[in-house]
């Protein structure tokens, strides 16, 4: 059984880091593209931020220079730090996985596993 499963979310305050963590099982995800999406009650998920199993890596508008990226594919793990955060960050963050050996940007619909979600509440 596949699983993603996210971590790190919390309470901060604007000006704050936060790092989340997305533990993949069931499947190596290193040949896979691994991205970050965010939902904030009331809108539409969100594109964050994407990394392919080359290493490129693709952020939304919103957060570049502030969030990146990475993953350590000996632990099937995928990372996003996120910096100088805004009460706009606030929204349930998502891990998910797609793109078998692509370095093409994906559309949402091409991410075949999700995770479950991990709150991040940024105070003003």
């Known amino acids: 059984q596949v699983q993603l499963v996210e971590s790190g979310g919390g309470l901060v305050q604007a000006g704050d880091s936060l790092r989340l963590s997305c533990a993949g099982s069931?499947?190596?995800?290193?040949?896979?593209?691994m991205g970050w999406f965010r939902q904030a009650p009331g809108k539409e998920r969100e594109f964050v931020a994407a990394?392919?199993?080359?290493?490129?890596?693709y952020f939304g508008n919103s957060v570049k220079g502030r969030f990146t990226i990475s993953r350590d594919n000996a632990e099937n793990t995928v990372f996003l730090q996120m910096n100088s955060l805004k009460p706009e960050d606030t929204a349930v963050y998502f891990c998910?996985?797609?793109?078998?050996?692509?370095?093409?940007?994906?559309?949402?619909?091409?991410?075949?596993?999700w995770g479950q979600g991990t709150q991040v509440t940024v105070s003003s």
């Open positions: 069931g499947r190596s995800f290193s040949m896979y593209t």
């Open positions: 990394i392919s199993w080359t290493g490129n890596t």
């Open positions: 998910a996985s797609g793109g078998y050996r692509t370095t093409v940007l994906l559309t949402t619909k091409e991410y075949d596993y």
